[in-house]
Every structure is written in C-alpha cells, then in structure tokens.
C-alpha cells in the first residue's frame, strides 16, 4: 500500500499499520492487552509522536492506542473521506430577518462524517442547512469568509477589517450579523469591536464552540442557534457573545463584548460576565434581557465604525521581584502603551520604579487594571499606589485586563496625546467601567463546602 494510506503515520505506528495492512479510513479491530477496541483509524499530524495509532470509536471520541500494546488489528471495512459536506437549499423566507454570517477562520457548524470519522466544515449556507437544520426556522443566512486563522492569529488587522465589514452589512440593510470565532481570543475581538463599532441598528453576536462537531457533547449547532436567534430577533443591537450559559443545554447567554471573559479551558459553559450580569439569556424562539440597560434594536442606518488601533501596545503581568529591565525592554522596543496587571488594588514592586518614570518622561501611556479580575484599582489607598500615580500610572477602575489592553490600542490608533488618549480611555463607551459592581456580579461557589454541595445538587453546574 502507499504513503496515500497511512496520512501522518511513521516510525513505530507506520510499521503497525503496515504489518496488519490496516489503512487509514479503514474500519478496524484492535487487539491490545488492555481488551479490544473497535473504531475508524484517523490520520495523524506530522508534529505527533510515533507510538500512538489513534481511532475514532463510535461513541465519537477519539482515542490513542499505545503501540506497544497492540497484540493484532484487522481491517473489517473501509471508507475513504469525503470533507465536502452535502448541501442542501437553504430554504428562504419573505417573512424571516436575513443575519450575515462573518467567518474567522474556525469552523461554528461542522458534521461528522460517521462513515470516515471526518469532521467536516461548513460555511455556505446550503452547507450550514446541511449541517444545522434548525437555522431554516430561526432566519435567512448569508455568509462571507473573511479570514482563515486560528483565533490566537487574530489581531488588530483582522478587528479593523471586522469593524469595516460589519459597517458595510449594516449600510446594506441587514437585520443581524455573526461573527464565527474561536473561543480562545474571542473576548478580546468582542472588546475590540465594542470600541470599533459604536450604537450599531442591529446585534452583532460573536459565537464559538468549545468541542467539535465529532464529539457528543459538542456545542456548536446549539450557540449557532442561539446566536442567529439573537442576531435576527434580539432587541439588543449591541457587541455581544453568545455561548453556554450552563454546562448544560438548557439556555445561552448573551455577554457583553467589554464585560467578558474565558474563565475554563474546556468547560462548555467557560464563558462569563465579569464584574456585572450578562446581558440576556437565549433560548431557541427567546431571547430574554435580563439587563433594562442596553442599546435597542433600530430601524435606522446610522453607525459609527471607528477602525482604529496602534500596535503598539502591551501588556505586561506582574510578578514578586520582576526586574526592572523587563519593562525598560517594553520601552526600549517602541512600545507606545503599557497596560499593567497590577496585585491586589493595583500594584507592583519598588524595582520598577526607574522605569515608571522613564516612561513618564518619554510619553508611554501606562495604565493599572487588575490580576485579581473582580474588583476596582485603588490607588489612593497604600502608598505604593500613590507613588506609581506620581509616576504616571493611571488606574482603569473595574477594566478588564484584555479590555483595556483593546481599549489603548484603539485610543492611541487615533492620537499620541496622552491627554486625550486618558481622556478616552476614561470615558466609558459600553460599561467597560461600571460606577459599581452589582452584589451579584462576584459569585465563586468553593467546591466541597457543605452549603456549596447542597446548592448543585438542588440546582445545577
């Protein structure tokens, strides 16, 4: 058999497959002597180890079979991958609010192919009714890919072509638009659009998925779901994000773009309003605020699209006893703005000190926001704060670390004067400084108090 058979396979693992005659695509029983296992074998990437063949079982989930334990394999059936998933025409209605569908680069709807164990992605709308039935009963879908990147490649480029494109949809009429994006930056482009786009006429939800379509427990057609549901029918034309509200399926949350953040690497539900309450709660056919604040839903036109950002700006964490060349270097490179994520009311050490003041003397803007999340700068209260302010630093109340790291951008994008750059980052746009923090915007459940237990056993995660 040939290279083509064995896609990413090598050394040990290739050897394996050889042997048995065992191809990937192929339908395969393994013997090991950890019992029997049954599944498709997947191909593998070049950057994996050797000693692994990995199978994709029929429950969905992929696993690795250490080839050192492989006793026999036998090749019971093949099926060779077919990534192109089948459309079918979307069914278009006079009567239904038309959502544009912005793509990013990751897949929000995507099928398994269980004849292959293929994921395959869908993006046109024939393959989006292809793949998610349901969105025929929520709205009319247009869709446009605008870039092709992991989300850890999204940057300041990318949010002002976003910024550009969502001004071109609302000028052509559009009733809503979403944005697929993968969750692992998708606060901080929900933050930049915040700034960039300003009163929009109509909801503009970001949405992702935290487990792919091959898995059982996958996400992505319900958040697409809700997204569209709240991009077509919400009242709240706002910068938002729609995920999981708990780890259930029961409802989504509607999250505000300045106010958010990913909070658990894998949890379904990883996304949550810091420091406030979401915004509203989506259900299939409802979407419910929860907040009386919000910029509503217009018939007009009219949007401010500022797309704007210096890339020269950062953001440094602080640690006990960081050395003060860390951020001479910050200085030294270019940087035109410094956002701190200081200790406790907002913070650093004494060794930093020199180069506070250097920033001070050669126009850096630096800014305090906080490791701690939840919770204001407060800077007047210990004299470490009071010297750093001397020095020039200005503290961004409950402004979220990756927030005010967009904000500076966006600011400094449009001026180098610090006054009016402090004068922007200092006035609200929506609620990314709040004048207090609900009672209920702080909720961490300790896991293993008594109390604690009851209430997830009474209610839910």
């Not at 399926?249 to 406030?276: A, C, N, P, W």
């Amino acid at each position: 058999m040939t290279e083509d058979f064995f896609q990413g396979y090598r050394g040990e693992a290739l050897a394996l497959l050889r042997k048995y005659n065992v191809r990937v695509w192929g339908n395969a029983e393994i013997e090991t002597t950890r019992g029997l296992f049954r599944g498709t074998v997947l191909p593998r990437a070049e950057n994996n180890d050797d000693l692994h063949i990995v199978i994709k079982i029929e429950t969905g989930y992929n696993i690795g079979i250490d080839v050192a334990t492989v006793t026999r394999m036998t090749e019971t059936g093949y099926n060779k991958a077919n990534y192109k998933i089948p459309e079918k025409e979307f069914p278009y209605s006079d009567d239904k609010p038309t959502v544009k569908l912005l793509g990013t680069g990751g897949t929000i709807a995507s099928r398994l192919d269980y004849r292959t164990g293929a994921v395959i992605p869908a993006f046109s709308p024939g393959e989006l009714y292809g793949a998610v039935p349901e969105l025929a009963d929520v709205c009319n879908i247009h869709t446009e890919k605008l870039f092709g990147v992991f989300s850890e490649n999204m940057g300041p480029e990318q949010y002002m072509t976003l910024a550009k494109a969502i001004g071109k949809e609302i000028a052509e009429g559009i009733d809503g638009i979403v944005i697929g994006h993968g969750t692992d930056t998708l606060h901080h482009t929900a933050a930049a659009l915040s700034f960039m786009v300003q009163k929009p006429p109509v909801p503009i939800i970001l949405v992702g998925s935290q487990r792919s379509s091959d898995r059982p427990s996958s996400d992505a057609a319900l958040n697409l779901i809700h997204a569209a549901t709240a991009a077509g029918h919400g009242d709240i034309a706002e910068v938002m994000v729609c995920m999981f509200g708990p780890t259930s399926d029961e409802y989504g949350f509607l999250h505000r773009g300045t106010r958010v953040r990913k909070m658990h690497s894998s949890y379904r539900s990883t996304f949550r309003t810091i420091g406030d309450t979401p915004v509203a709660t989506v259900r299939r056919g409802e979407v419910k605020p929860m907040k009386k604040n919000y910029n509503p839903r217009r018939n007009d036109r009219d949007v401010k699209i500022m797309p704007y950002f210096n890339e020269d700006v950062t953001m440094i964490y602080f640690y006990p006893h960081m050395k003060v060349e860390m951020f001479h270097s910050l200085i030294d490179q270019g940087y035109k703005g410094i956002i701190i994520v200081g200790t406790g009311l907002g913070h650093v050490n004494r060794e930093l000190y020199p180069a506070l003041e250097r920033a001070q003397k050669e126009n850096v803007a630096v800014y305090m926001t906080l490791q701690t999340i939840w919770g204001y700068v407060h800077m007047f209260v210990y004299e470490t704060g009071r010297d750093m302010m001397a020095k020039g630093v200005i503290p961004l109340g409950n402004m979220l670390p990756e927030v005010a790291w967009a904000k500076l951008g966006w600011a400094l994008g449009q001026t180098d004067d610090l006054e009016e750059v402090r004068k922007i980052m200092l006035t609200p746009v929506n609620d990314e400084i709040t004048e207090r923090e609900p009672y209920n915007g702080y909720l961490v459940y300790q896991g293993g108090v008594p109390e604690v237990e009851e209430f997830i056993r009474r209610v839910h995660k």
